[in-house]
């Protein structure tokens, strides 16, 4: 149990994870500055303020030469000329695609304990949907996320879950299942020198630390106290310690990868656990893709109209200040002009072709493959216009997006369920709670709702058809009720329809014509 003492930060085994994740976090976050500076090795945006880019330590091109110069990003600009490469954000929204088709219904979590489920239902509901898709989309980007349990009596009476992105986290395993992990941040960063928070969580404890470095050393420890940001842990810690004991055993961290396993990690001892992102794999296509419009918007400026004229067209404006001709001016004096033998049309227009289709089919390709890489279909991103279907046929279209949903929902549910079993460990050991803490359980709702009038429609042809119990046919209008109000509302129901007496089969109770009632029973 200790914080590290100092030498490279983040540590040299994960250089390889470094590189990746910063490649595909230039993506997600879209800025051509930041590609720009990944592939081509220029100094720019620093987005997550890792200092991987301006590292001498770090930097894609800095470690692999010039192979990266092939790609469209790493190609430089030439003096004098502005940038003209265009980015389409696909990766981005990827991952937003992604994070909506996990989490664009809030699961539902639940205990067999009333009083653990009804203390769920307390914790769950405090912003638990938001934070679960940011998550998501975070985990979808890079490759996976961490969920931990923090808590501040200052600000609220109760746990909650705060998500952590992978880029700023050094994880330790132990048979494959997370040990330890340690989340850092830069709160200070002036030329080469870095000020950073460690916040280290183990079985028990959480550790806090403030280093004074380098970009690329962690550098020695100085007082919390030196930075407002973590003034305030100084107090809970004390004068001496750095560790906040949680009263708990289990780990207040949770890592929830994106998909397993990781193609380029396997041998990597601290990093084949780690999950890959959507797009892994699919750099070149998507760079291919920024090329292809950048082409495009390249053939649209230069096919403008443009005319070339004589030098004697031209209207002089004064010495020094160069000559201009007005192409809307209707009534010219007349120019003291020679005629030229075959020369009857001196104004010359120009205008090239703008390639529409090629590049718009070429584009369209290359989409298709980038979101097959991904594991979704088309259709998800309307790529099929907005034609409205039922959800079976969305299911149907889009059978390769719920497939890699489904795949997901493997490595979210178990996740999920220890998180949340954590926070009401916490909840209990912290805040006094008298719920005995107990893993949830975890269900998916549909990420695509059935049409109400779709549902309506079926209602009535299974009431017609007497084929479905009035409670059966209220609880498919209304699958978000609690037992208690379907059954309220299907007596409601019966008695407004007048089956309550009379329909003894719906009901259960005897009335006017039930068997051995008045004159039609057994004397």
């Not at 976050?29 to 620093?46: A, E, F, H, N």
């Not at 696909?90 to 989490?103: E, N, R």
């Not at 990690?265 to 780690?274: D, F, Q, Y």
């Not at 037992?483 to 009335?511: C, F, H, N, W």
């Amino acid at each position: 149990m200790a914080l590290p003492s100092g030498g490279p930060w983040p540590p040299a085994e994960l250089d390889a994870v470094r590189d990746k994740t910063a490649v595909w976090d230039a993506w997600y976050c879209g800025d051509p500055d930041v590609l720009s500076s990944i592939y081509g090795g220029q100094v720019g945006t620093d987005p997550g303020g890792t200092g991987f880019y301006a590292s001498e330590r770090g930097g894609l091109r800095g470690r692999v030469g010039r192979a990266v110069s092939r790609w469209f990003w790493g190609s430089s600009t030439p003096p004098g000329e502005r940038r003209s490469k265009l980015h389409v954000p696909l990766a981005s929204d990827i991952a937003t695609t992604g994070s909506a088709l996990l989490f664009s219904e809030p699961p539902t979590v639940s205990s067999e304990d009333k009083a653990t489920n009804d203390r769920l239902d307390d914790l769950v509901d405090d912003g638990l949907h938001g934070t679960l898709l940011e998550a998501a989309e975070l985990a979808c980007a890079l490759g996976g996320v961490y969920l931990r349990t923090v808590w501040d009596r200052t600000l609220y009476p109760a746990p909650w879950l705060d998500v952590h992105p992978a880029s700023h986290a050094v994880p330790e395993w132990q048979w494959g299942r997370l040990a330890a992990v340690t989340f850092w941040r830069i709160l200070e960063a002036d030329g080469d020198h870095v000020v950073r928070h460690l916040e280290r969580h183990e079985p028990g404890f959480i550790l806090h630390g403030l280093y004074q470095g380098t970009r690329d050393e962690l550098g020695v420890r100085i007082p919390l106290t030196d930075q407002p940001a973590t003034a305030g842990l100084a107090a809970v810690l004390g004068p001496d310690g750095d560790a906040i004991p949680t009263g708990i055993k289990q780990l207040t961290a949770t890592y929830v990868p994106n998909m397993r396993p990781n193609r380029i990690w396997r041998g990597i001892p601290a990093a084949a656990h780690l999950g890959r992102p959507d797009i892994a794999g699919a750099e070149p296509l998507l760079d291919a893709l920024d090329e292809v419009y950048s082409s495009w918007m390249r053939d649209v400026h230069l096919g403008k109209a443009r005319i070339i004229v004589p030098r004697a067209y031209l209207e002089s404006a004064g010495p020094g200040q160069g000559s201009t001709f007005d192409a809307d001016r209707q009534i010219y004096s007349d120019l003291n002009l020679l005629p030229r033998s075959g020369d009857s049309a001196m104004i010359t227009p120009v205008q090239f072709a703008i390639r529409v289709a090629e590049h718009r089919d070429t584009a369209q390709d290359l989409v298709e493959q980038i979101l097959r890489t991904a594991g979704y279909s088309a259709q998800s991103f309307g790529e099929q216009g907005q034609t409205a279907v039922t959800a079976t046929e969305v299911v149907a279209r889009e059978r390769q997006s719920f497939t890699t949903r489904n795949r997901k929902i493997v490595y979210w549910r178990p996740a999920l369920a220890e998180a949340i079993e954590t926070l009401l460990a916490i909840d209990k050991a912290v805040f006094g709670s008298t719920v005995t803490p107990q893993r949830p359980e975890i269900e998916f709702g549909d990420s695509v709702s059935e049409d109400p009038q779709t549902i309506a429609t079926t209602v009535e042809l299974l009431r017609r058809g007497e084929a479905a119990s009035t409670e059966t046919l209220v609880r498919m209008q209304h699958p978000d009720w609690e037992d208690a109000q379907i059954t309220a509302e299907a007596d409601k129901i019966l008695a407004e329809s007048g089956r309550m007496l009379s329909d003894p089969v719906a009901t259960g109770a005897e009335g006017p014509g039930a068997p051995g009632f008045g004159g039609g029973g057994a004397a």
